[in-house]
Every structure is written in structure tokens, then in C-alpha cells.
């Protein structure tokens, strides 16, 4: 390992320690909570009824067990790359070779679901204020909306590493206050809905443990992202200490945020009559949360599709850090072409793996 290490600095491929600890738990939380509370938890209330708020708490657990290692093994080895680094390590070049290459396409792909996510977000608000579609298709206007988004984070990760956890720290706060915001306006809607308790007393598990169960399998790709904590590991200023912590920081602030959407989406949602919440919730598939801030948020529908539109981004911020690291780490090793570990002299980014990371 000393051996690597000096060859790296010999060579002058290492990255620059930017990144704080707040900046690293914000990259976390900002790629765990992407589109997947919004989109999953009508779905899951209607598998596991008023029990969600049950299915968020295990999938949580479940997930920390997972993080340990991830803990463990990002404060022991430092460096880009994460999971591929460690696979390399422990189970030789193929299979390192393998697992980068699947990370780093994967991360790359989730990317562009995020970048078009973020093109319908952006469409459906540009349509609720009434701006002219210059005669242009939705799908066009998607399809453009989703490559600038694209092109913009490949170009602010391109700027540095410090750049990059700026502007995620700003649209994770961001989306952070608006769920804050849903679930404040939420708890006072609730307090004023007749016997509230009984929606989560009467018939907690209407499907029975195996509706938790589907729950848990349909919510647990939101916990997804926190890994991203560990391929920082190079530019983490004190990572011994900082990555563990972060990643267990970023766990238990999302499913504290997690359990109380879900809370205020069953306690606080007025279904038309003779309707159980949860199964309103259910039918509103894709759109509930969304239909839940309507009803008792002021301006609930903007704002949601704004916490939305900040999800995307920060999703794709964080996937596309992880991508060109990954595939920087593999060029490093020789798995990719050495073209991938080539440093910016100023910026010092690995700035081809980033533009070909966010072409892919």
C-alpha cells in the first residue's frame, strides 16, 4: 500500500482534501433523498397501511448494517473509488475490475433518470405559470430540459470539489426546509383531524407483515447514496473520523425525515368518504405526497414539485461526483484508460472522468 501511495504522489495523481464534514453528510442526504419518497410512499402505503411509518424504521436498520462496512472499510482506505477499491483489495483485479464498472455505469445511469426527472419537474412548473411553449413538444422540452440540467453538473463538478459540495449543500438544505416545512403544516392539519390516533391504531397492518415487507422492498432504494460518503474518501479533510460519522449522520436524518412524510401523509390526508387513508394514498400512486401538501400546505402543489425539482438535482449532483470517481480510481489502476486519471493542473478534478461520465 506505501508502495501505491508514493507512486501516486510521484506521479502527481491525487485529488485535494475539500470536503468537510458537512459537506460530505449533505452529499449523503442530498443523494438519499431523491426521488424516491415522493414517487415510493403512496405505492408503499397501500402495501403496508399506516405500518409505512414501521417499514421506514427496519429499512433503516437494515441499511446500517450495510453502512458499518461502509464505515469501516472508507475510514480504513481513504481513497476514490469506494466499493471498487475494496473489492479490488479483497478479492483481486477481475473482480474489482468488475464491480468498477458496474458502479460506475450504474451511477452514471441513475444520473440520467435524475437529469429527466428534473425535465418534468421543470415542464410540469413551467406549465403552471402559464409560460409560452414557443410551439415546442412536451417530449422536446423534456429531452432539452434534462440535457442542460445534465450538462450543468457536469460542468460544476468539472469546477472542483468544493464547488460541487456548495451547491449540493444549498439544494439539500433547500429540499431539506421544504419537507420540514410539509411536515409542520402536516402535524398541525393532523391535530385537527377527529380521533387521528385511531388511523394508526385500527388496522396497523391491514396486509399483515408481509405488506411491511413488500413496503420495505418497494422504499428501500431511497436509502441508496450514503455510499457516495465513502468514494469521497480523497477529498475528505480527516476521513478516519469524518466518513464514519457522516454516513451514520446522513442515515438517521433521512429516516427521521423519511418516518415523519409518511406520518403526516397517513395522520393528516383528507380521503373522500369511507375511504381509509392509506388507500387514498395508494391510489394516488406516484402523486401522493404531492396531494397530500395540496390539501394542507399552502401553496403545497409548487413547493413539492420545487423540493422535486431540488431532489433531482442534488441526486444528480452527488451521481455524477461518484461516477467520475470511480472511473477516475479505475484509470488510476489501469482498468479504464490512464486518459481517466488525468488531474486538472488548477482545478485539480479529474476532469476528463468527469466529462465522460456525464456524456455517458
Do not use: C
Not at 409560452?132 to 460544476?156: C, D, K, N, Q, R
Amino acid at each position: 500500500m506505501a508502495h501505491n501511495v508514493h507512486t501516486y504522489e510521484h506521479e502527481h495523481i491525487t485529488l485535494s482534501r475539500d470536503l468537510g464534514f458537512f459537506d460530505i453528510t449533505m452529499i449523503g442526504v442530498g443523494a438519499m433523498i431523491g426521488a424516491g419518497i415522493f414517487v415510493l410512499t403512496g405505492v408503499a402505503a397501500r402495501e403496508a397501511g399506516p405500518a409505512l411509518i414501521f417499514a421506514f424504521l427496519l429499512n433503516g436498520i437494515v441499511t446500517t448494517f450495510t453502512a458499518m462496512a461502509y464505515a469501516e472499510l472508507g475510514s480504513a482506505f481513504p481513497e476514490a473509488g469506494g466499493g471498487y477499491l475494496w473489492v479490488k483489495e479483497g478479492l483481486g483485479g477481475t473482480n474489482g475490475f468488475l464491480s468498477g464498472w458496474m458502479s460506475w455505469f450504474a451511477h452514471a445511469v441513475a444520473g440520467s433518470l435524475y437529469g429527466l426527472g428534473f425535465g418534468h419537474f421543470a415542464y410540469e412548473l413551467w406549465g403552471m405559470a402559464g409560460a409560452p411553449t414557443l410551439g415546442i413538444s412536451e417530449h422536446l422540452w423534456v429531452l432539452g430540459l434534462t440535457t442542460s440540467i445534465i450538462a450543468l453538473f457536469t460542468y460544476i463538478n468539472y469546477r472542483g470539489a468544493s464547488e460541487t459540495g456548495t451547491i449540493g449543500n444549498v439544494i439539500t438544505i433547500t429540499k431539506v426546509i421544504i419537507l420540514a416545512l410539509f411536515v409542520v403544516f402536516g402535524i398541525i392539519a393532523l391535530l385537527k383531524v377527529d380521533s387521528w390516533p385511531d388511523r394508526f391504531t385500527d388496522d396497523f397492518l391491514p396486509n399483515g407483515i408481509s405488506g411491511v415487507v413488500i413496503a420495505m422492498g418497494l422504499t428501500f432504494i431511497a436509502f441508496e447514496g450514503y455510499e457516495i460518503i465513502a468514494q469521497s474518501g480523497e477529498e475528505v479533510v480527516d476521513p478516519r473520523r469524518n466518513i464514519p460519522r457522516a454516513i451514520f449522520v446522513a442515515i438517521i436524518t433521512v429516516v427521521i425525515i423519511y418516518i415523519a412524510v409518511a406520518f403526516v401523509s397517513i395522520g393528516a390526508i383528507k380521503p373522500p368518504d369511507g375511504i381509509l387513508p392509506h388507500i387514498y394514498l395508494g391510489e394516488q400512486k406516484e402523486t401522493a405526497v404531492v396531494e397530500a401538501a395540496g390539501q394542507f400546505m399552502p401553496a403545497g402543489k409548487i413547493l413539492l414539485l420545487i423540493s422535486g425539482l431540488a431532489s433531482t438535482m442534488s441526486a444528480l449532483n452527488a451521481t455524477t461526483y461518484s461516477s467520475s470517481r470511480v472511473s477516475f480510481a479505475m484509470g488510476r489502476d489501469h482498468n479504464l484508460p490512464e486518459i481517466f486519471s488525468r488531474i486538472h493542473p488548477e482545478r485539480h478534478t479529474p476532469y476528463l472522468a468527469v466529462i465522460m461520465s456525464g456524456g455517458l
